[in-house]
């Protein structure tokens, strides 16, 4: 099985400043995709990013961005000019493509910004 | 829009009843999930169907079982509830063939207390 790994359990962020999250995974495999995900308190969860593998350049998705480091199995996820409404958990996860395509997801970083 | 509905949001039972948890999705998905979230456990995989009639167990299947007879719609079974499965479950659904890249699709989530 592939893990996920999210360091940071909880962080917080002044409005309009600036947020990376860590992920980092492990896996042998050369062609996949990652995600970010966002679960905003008691409601649905949603996809916020995704990232191939095979692409070298890093996804941009308006005030959301990722870094992308396929050697060192890193996939960080940048929020620019950070708005109340980003205050959710964020999910990291890893496919690779096969029969179910199924997520590995990580544990999961809560953000919180600060008004 | 996707739509992935369950069911129920909150689902109170008692311990060593039978509960059903029902998912339906809208969108024509091959791919279906069951997911147990828990805090800083993330998301974890208990069962996935690729196909009608077709399951997979993922990480945590003890306790659980699954039924998918029609495309649309997954469920998910405790034989017998226990209170260590007191948790909020989420499904999900994809496209095998990596329509929208294999995006997975939530749906709002199931908090389930066993007593």
């Known amino acids: 099985a592939q893990t996920v790994t999210q360091s940071q359990p909880e962080m917080s962020v002044q409005e309009a400043e600036t947020v990376t999250l860590s992920c980092t995974y492990d896996t042998s495999e050369n062609n996949y995709y990652l995600f970010w995900y966002k679960q905003p308190p008691s409601r649905q969860m949603i996809l916020v990013i995704r990232?191939?593998?095979?692409?070298?350049q890093n996804a941009t998705e308006n005030r959301f961005s990722v870094n992308f480091q396929k050697a060192a199995k890193s996939f960080s996820l940048k929020i620019s000019d950070s708005q109340l409404g980003d205050t959710a958990m964020y999910f990291c996860?890893?496919?690779?493509?096969?029969?179910?395509?199924?997520?590995?997801f990580g544990t999961g970083t809560s953000l919180t910004v600060i008004p | 829009d996707v739509k992935v509905t369950q069911s129920s949001r909150y689902l109170v039972k008692r311990t060593g009843e039978k509960v059903f948890l029902e998912c339906v999705q809208d969108?024509?998905?091959?791919?279906m999930f069951w997911y147990r979230q828990d805090p800083g456990l993330g998301l974890r995989l208990i069962y996935f169907?690729?196909?009608?009639?077709?399951?997979e167990k993922g990480d945590i299947p003890e306790g659980y079982s699954v039924s998918r007879e029609k495309k649309e719609r997954f469920s998910l079974i405790l034989e017998s509830a226990s209170t260590n499965q007191t948790s909020m479950y989420l499904c999900a659904s994809s496209s095998r063939q990596g329509g929208n890249y294999y995006e997975q699709y939530f749906g709002p989530g199931t908090r389930l207390t066993v007593t």
């Open positions: 169907s690729y196909d009608v009639k077709m399951k």
């Open positions: 969108m024509d998905h091959e791919n």
């Open positions: 996860a890893f496919m690779k493509p096969n029969t179910g395509n199924q997520f590995y």
């Open positions: 990232q191939e593998a095979y692409k070298q």
